[in-house]
Structures are given as C-alpha cells and as structure tokens.
C-alpha cells in the first residue's frame, strides 16, 4: 500500500509560480512512473503530467506545456510539479498519483495510488 500526501499548494497571483510536492510512504514508489492530474469545479479530473521512474522521461498535457515541469527525486520518494506563469485557468485540486507502471501515462485508469489533494487558485 502507497500513501500519497501532496503539499505546496496555495494562493497565487497570476503570473506567479508555486511547487507541489508529492510524499510518498508505505513503500518506495522509485520503480513507479508518477503522474499530476487536476480537477476545477464541475469539471472532471483531467492530466497535466508524467514522469517515468527514471525521471528521464516526461510528458505535459499541452495547457500546461513550457509552462509546468515535472520531477523526481527517489532517494526521497518524492515527486515534484514546479508551475510558473500561472494562470486563473490553472485553478483547481491537483492530485498527485502512482502508476501500475514503471513508464509515463496519460491516462487516469494507470494509476493505482492516488493523494487527496491540494488547492492551487490563481486570482487575476
């Protein structure tokens, strides 16, 4: 069993930059691809990142793209989402997960673990 504990969230102006963090516990989650989704009001969950277990591999929904980064660090069991330039759009819950998989996925249904969140608004 997986533990995922978020953190960093908060409220920003537009234009500014916040750092979520992703706590892992109860096993490592260094041999799991690890992914970013989001959820505003009325809308569904939707993904924002992806990184592989290496770290070496990465992937961004395009909203988000030159914008967001994601990261890793294993010796942590740590996983990262810097966001800069943000926008009012960017409001919602990000929720961080654990893959199945030891590669990369877009897709909600690849991820077994998930955090209970962390509210990220941006006021304009």
């Known amino acids: 069993q997986v533990q995922l504990v978020e953190s960093g969230g908060g409220l920003v102006q537009a234009g500014g930059s916040l750092r979520l963090s992703c706590a892992a516990s109860?096993?490592?989650?260094?041999?799991?691809?690890m992914g970013w989704f989001r959820q505003a009001p009325g809308k569904e969950r939707e993904f924002v990142a992806t990184i592989r277990w290496s770290g070496g591999i990465t992937y961004y929904a395009d909203s988000v793209k030159g914008r967001f980064t994601v990261s890793r660090d294993n010796t942590k069991n740590t996983a990262y989402l810097q966001m800069n330039s943000l926008k009012p759009e960017d409001t919602a819950v990000y929720y961080c997960a654990s893959s199945r998989s030891p590669l990369e996925s877009t897709l909600r249904t690849s991820y077994a673990y998930w955090g209970q969140g962390t509210q990220v608004t941006v006021s304009s």
């Open positions: 109860g096993r490592t989650v260094s041999d799991s691809a």
